[in-house]
């Protein structure tokens, strides 16, 4: 390994979930110097937060894997959030990034100093580094709903990111607020195990099903001994995903999105229910909101012992939820809300060049230069920030490749083409106006209410082909930075 620590190129990243790791694997690889800070006990990110009854993850598993560490074990085509953390802990370890990592440290500001950047956690230690990468993901922030006598209800309550393992659902009169990925994946895990699920649904999802496929002990050993094979389905999966759906997902009027709807439409038919059927049909475009891949969810529905509520709900009472004028006696309720996609590294305070302050900058809403940079924020650097292709392409493929970026441009200043890494103002302009526009013709805005669309309604998740990150990802535009002093 060449070292080249003697450039005082120091980082520090903040998050230890996927991005994290793979930034401290990256870094270790290049010979920098580097500290991971996290904020809670272990690595995993959204993976160790999560660990609610069904969770899986919702993309093959075989994609979902770092392109250098492929794993041969999982036990599904999409397996279960628990074998995802494993994997995880198990990469960390086995590259020595764990003894890097900060546990319990969280960052709470970032100022930068003049040529570096300092540091400060909440044990008050404060340490200076020329580069920061932030890893902090965007599904770590749970989001509570706005009703009214949310505090008054008398039993356990939780949102999905905070599940209560102590509380036992067996047998109980459970209510579940909200019907995203996880509302659905949770649906199905406990149905048969509660006397009554009453789930409050707001809109109606567009369930893409999937026969679920659980790999035998001669397939995992197929991958094993063959390094070829698992290789190659990575390359087929990676490629169909990011060529096909990515792709689709673009352009509004997709005849690939036509037929995912007549898929779901397909499945949407096994409700015998007529009425329940209608609860059920959504009223906008499949893939307007993200898409949730189930293979039992309609099949969970259909117990006698679920009920699907689509009145609003008025408020919460100390024994249940009054919807439609009719309450919902419950012992536990659960709520499936979802995140607040716009915090990323919020609430720390980060503040650039000249006093500027990221809060301030992102007062309306979070952008960044391709997804990973801001102006006034010299050797800063985001993985999976802004504008982030969050809806369409592989989320380890898109933060490899990013990073990948990042030790690019860290190459250019080490080289003396850039003093700073700093995105001119005009190129942070430039792009986000492009990207603005283009969003507008994907079938994100094609009239649904969605996690991917900003507070002026305009999708903010990355709206060009794989083939446009691919390409900027590949070289860094130098003329997009602020030039060197001669």
């Known amino acids: 390994m060449t070292s080249r620590s003697g450039n005082d190129n120091t980082f520090a990243v903040i998050g230890a979930g996927m991005s994290g790791v793979l930034a401290g694997i990256k870094l270790m690889e290049a010979g920098y110097p580097f500290q991971i800070f996290e904020k809670a006990d272990r690595v995993g990110g959204t993976w160790r937060e999560n660990t609610y009854p069904g969770i899986a993850c919702d993309v093959p598993s075989h994609i979902y894997s770092y392109s250098f ?11 279960p959030g628990s074998e995802v953390q494993e994997y995880f802990e198990r990469v960390s370890k086995r590259y020595g990034v764990d003894s890097h ?16 950047w300092e540091i400060e956690t909440e044990k008050g230690t404060v340490e200076h580094f020329r580069w920061v990468i932030a890893a902090t993901g965007i599904l770590h922030h749970p989001k509570y709903p706005n009703i009214d006598g949310l505090a008054d209800f008398e039993g356990p309550m939780f949102h999905t990111a905070r599940w209560d393992h102590d509380v036992s659902i067996e047998g109980k009169k459970v209510g579940l607020i909200g019907t995203g990925s996880s509302g659905v994946q949770i649906t199905a895990a406990v149905a048969p195990e509660v006397e009554k699920l009453s ?36 390359t087929e999966m990676s490629t169909a995903f990011n060529d096909g759906f990515a792709t689709s997902v673009i352009d509004g009027n997709s005849e690939l999105l036509d037929d995912i709807q007549a898929r779901c439409l397909e499945a949407l038919e096994t409700v015998q229910d007529p009425e329940l059927k209608e609860k059920l049909r959504p009223t906008y475009k499949a893939a307007c909101k993200r898409l949730v891949v189930s293979h039992n969810f309609y ?3 259909q117990r006698a012992n679920v009920d699907i509520v689509t009145a609003d709900i008025e408020r919460i009472e100390r024994n249940g939820v009054r919807a439609g004028g009719e309450l919902h006696e419950l012992d536990i309720l659960v709520l499936a809300t979802g995140f607040h996609v716009d915090a990323f590294m919020r609430p720390m305070n980060i503040t650039g060049r000249n006093g500027i302050i990221l809060d301030e900058v992102w007062k309306d809403w979070p952008s960044a230069y391709l997804s990973i940079a801001v102006p006034e924020f010299p050797n800063f650097f985001m993985l999976n920030g802004p504008n982030s292709p969050v809806g369409n392409f592989s989320l380890i493929q898109t ?3 990013q990073f990948d970026y990042v030790l690019k441009v860290v190459d250019h200043i080490n080289q003396g083409n850039l003093d700073l890494a700093v995105i001119s103002q005009e190129a942070y302009e430039r792009f986000d106006a492009e990207r603005y526009e283009a969003a507008k013709g994907t079938v994100w805005a094609t009239g649904c209410n969605s996690w991917y669309l900003d507070n002026n309604g305009v999708p903010f998740a990355w709206p060009f082909p794989f083939s446009r990150f691919r390409a900027e990802m590949e070289a860094p535009k130098l003329e997009d930075y602020e030039p060197a002093k001669r």
């Open 69 to 79: 560490e492929l794993n041969p074990d999982w036990s599904e085509f999409t397996s």
């Open 101 to 116: 990592i900060r546990f319990n440290e969280a960052v709470t500001r970032c100022t930068w100093m003049g040529d570096r």
């Open 199 to 234: 789930v409050f649904q707001r809109t109606a999802q567009w369930i893409v099903p999937n026969e679920r496929v659980v790999y035998t002990e001669e397939e995992k050993e197929a991958f094993r001994t063959d390094a070829d094979l698992l290789r190659t389905l990575h």
């Open 299 to 301: 099949d969970a529905v």
């Open 399 to 401: 933060a490899e490749m």
